[in-house]
């Protein structure tokens, strides 16, 4: 860079009136030191900045040959080439496929047409046969005449009708070049001194600040706008939903673990080892560490026995229950593992059993092929009533309390099923924008295969639905695809921009 610097500055010493462009400057340098256009112009900038030299923008527009173009004016045009072949052929000439066969069929495409065009060729039968002797290739004439004029800035080399032909054939493309005149400037020095930015305490005690020169301060400039973080829309629609559930007097679960092991995630919720939700397809496995280290004894060997041989009026799974399988750790495929969690702590707490409700919103993972709806992980949101002597109607109404607060008034429910719970019930909302019935969530109550192991007094009933985050907020943002919701395709323009959410 000083060396590019002391050029110029050498360059315009020769008198007060010297000038030189930026670009013809830096295609005069010799090869060898490497220096291009854009380290020129960086450098007569930099000059410029500090009152050196003087620069004048110079734009010019010129006709530069594409990679097409340069084949062709090294090797010939399409329809030269196909006139050739057709030559050579004789009076029998080539059929189309014949053509196609000489000179390539990307060729024959383009070049056939035009050699009729230009009357090179003619058609009997079937065949091609040259209508001329010998023919001029004046595409490869133009394109040469461009390639020998390097720059022409002013157009004379070719007529207008030419130019626009070979552009329309896309061998030639205009080019727009930025240079600088550059003449002296009012400080104008063959050697320039860099002006310090600072003080330094160096400066101070040697003295040397009396002497140095400054760079000027400008005290009225405004500083660069810091930017303030912003929430997601997903975070915007989960601190209303969580407002809304404390509302209700639901306390959060803590779901700050995504690993669990098997035995949390699908053995304590009745959930059979065989189930095809449990193999590598559809949830993710953990290598290291593969197993957890310990799970409830007593607890354990009561879930055990309620999968071989039933209870509480259950015949069981009748399988012989493989602990390997249990103890395998995996991304948790619901926060359901942690409402069991947090179900058996309930149940064998001191004191004994007390009602409880609770709700959770966290991340899940599962192995699905990934589409406009669908990713490998998402967030559920999920709320549970324990209680005495709880019903389908408890279930029902405190579903419609909650979706009526996110104004969801109009719902149905089906039949489902559910491996861990009985009944069970898919909650449809009806859509206003989309006019129909959609489905948006899950409900159930649990069953007492999965409730009696935990030790809950018998007529204890666990209530429960879930949902996930991302529909809702798509619905709320009038987002079609959920990689542009959630992911590395989301735009931080968006987040920025998206309202605070707030559900009527």
């Not at 304590?268 to 560490?289: G, V, W």
Request: with cysteine; net charge neutral; hydrophobic share 35%.
């Amino acid at each position: 860079m000083d060396a590019i610097e002391s050029q110029i500055l050498r360059h315009l010493s020769s008198s007060a009136d010297a000038s030189l462009n930026t670009y013809a400057f830096s295609q005069s340098l010799p090869a060898e030191y490497g220096v291009s256009h854009a380290a020129v112009l960086g450098c007569a900038k930099s000059l410029a900045a500090d009152s050196y030299v003087i620069t004048k923008s110079n734009k010019i527009s010129y006709f530069q040959l594409t990679l097409e173009g340069t084949n062709i004016a090294k090797d010939g045009s399409q329809e030269a080439k196909c006139w050739k072949a057709i030559k050579a052929a004789g009076e029998a000439g080539l059929d189309k496929k014949g053509l196609e066969a000489a000179v390539g069929s990307a060729v024959a495409k383009v070049g056939m047409g035009n050699c009729m065009k230009a009357k090179w060729i003619t058609k009997n039968g079937d065949s091609l046969v040259s209508a001329v002797e010998s023919v001029t290739d004046a595409v490869q004439e133009q394109l040469n005449l461009v390639l020998a004029a390097e720059e022409d800035t002013n157009g004379s080399v070719l007529p207008a009708k030419d130019f626009t032909l070979l552009k329309k054939r896309k061998l030639v493309k205009a080019v727009d070049r930025t240079s600088y005149d550059i003449t002296r400037g009012p400080s104008y020095a063959l050697e320039r001194k860099k002006k310090a930015a600072d003080l330094t305490k160096e400066m101070l005690d040697s003295g040397a600040w009396e002497t140095t020169e400054f760079k000027p301060y400008n005290f009225a400039t405004v500083g660069e706008k810091v930017g303030g973080g912003y929430l997601h829309p997903l975070l915007k629609v989960r601190a209303e939903f969580r407002k809304i559930l404390m509302q209700m007097g639901f306390e959060e679960m803590p779901t700050n673990k995504w690993v669990e092991s098997s035995f949390w995630n699908f053995d304590t919720l009745f959930q059979p080892q065989s189930h095809p939700a449990r193999d590598a397809h559809d949830t993710f496995f953990i290598k290291d560490p593969a197993q957890t280290v310990s799970v409830p004894e007593e607890y354990y060997k009561r879930v055990v026995k309620m999968h071989e041989e039933g209870g509480s009026g259950s015949i069981g799974y009748r399988y012989n229950f493989k602990e390997g399988d249990a103890r395998k750790n995996l991304l948790r495929t619901h926060t359901t593992a942690v409402s069991s969690q947090m179900l058996y702590k309930l149940a064998n707490q001191p004191g004994g059993f007390t009602p409880q409700r609770y709700f959770s919103i966290d991340r899940v993972f599962r192995n699905e092929s990934m589409d406009a709806t669908h990713l490998c992980e998402f967030h559920q949101v999920e709320g549970l009533v324990a209680d005495y002597d709880l019903s389908l109607g408890d279930l029902i109404g405190t579903i419609e309390t909650f979706f009526k607060k996110i104004g969801i008034t109009q719902l149905r429910f089906k039949p489902a099923f559910n491996p861990y719970t009985e009944p069970s019930m898919e909650i449809f909302g009806y859509h206003p924008d989309l006019k129909k019935w959609t489905e948006i969530g899950n409900s159930g109550m649990f069953r007492p295969e999965m409730l009696a192991p935990m030790g809950l007094p018998p007529n204890v009933r666990v209530i429960a639905w879930g949902l996930s985050l991302e529909r809702p907020t798509m619905i709320k943002y009038r987002i079609k695809n959920i990689r542009d919701l959630f992911g590395h395709k989301v735009e931080l323009a968006r987040t920025k921009t998206a309202p605070v959410c707030r559900f009527d």
